[in-house]
């Protein structure tokens, strides 16, 4: 674990303590969590609360030219990005100067928010399977999606 992360992780907790509107049983974040396994690529979030499907990324070195603003490293971070949000993660990105109470404190209201989707999976509903082969996790095989359920409905009550 970085020093960033180190920090991060203290706040992160120092801040859930403090918050009486938290369970903070249920604020309990992974690090190092492994995602799109079934890809076979190795892409981790720094941090992620899975409850809630939120993915904190700390991008440290960007003043001092870190590997996060190369343009090989970059472009991997933007792949990261968007497989994560094809497999419905809302990610958070934070610089150094951003670990602090404030930022800390949205992305707990973040969370919160993001709490009551039921399942892991159904914040969105694509109503097709993906072209990229990347699986629909909130659509059973042969099972119509909500989304086409509810185009269907409007056609027939015309």
């Not at 120092?14 to 918050?19: C, D, F, I, Q, Y």
């Not at 934070?94 to 709490?115: K, P």
């Not at 099972?143 to 056609?155: A, F, I, T, Y």
Request: hydrophobic share 35%; glycine share 6%.
């Amino acid at each position: 674990m970085t020093n960033l992360e180190r920090r991060f992780d203290l706040l992160w907790k120092a801040t859930v303590k403090e918050r009486e509107d938290v369970d903070a049983a249920m604020m309990i974040l992974t690090n190092e969590h492994q995602f799109a396994r079934h890809l076979k690529r190795k892409f981790r979030f720094d941090f992620c609360h899975e409850p809630s499907r939120t993915a904190i990324e700390l991008q440290g070195g960007v003043w001092t030219h870190g590997a996060h603003v190369r343009p090989k490293q970059y472009k991997s971070d933007c792949e990261k990005a968007l497989l994560a949000r094809e497999l419905m993660w809302a990610t958070v990105a934070l610089t150094t100067d951003m670990v602090t109470g404030e930022y800390v404190n949205r992305i707990i209201d973040l969370c919160l928010s993001r709490q009551f989707i039921s399942g892991g999976h159904t914040d969105y509903v694509v109503h097709h399977p993906s072209p990229n082969a990347f699986p629909n996790p909130s659509v059973r095989v042969g099972e119509p999606s909500l989304l086409s359920r509810q185009v269907g409905q409007s056609k027939s009550r015309k």
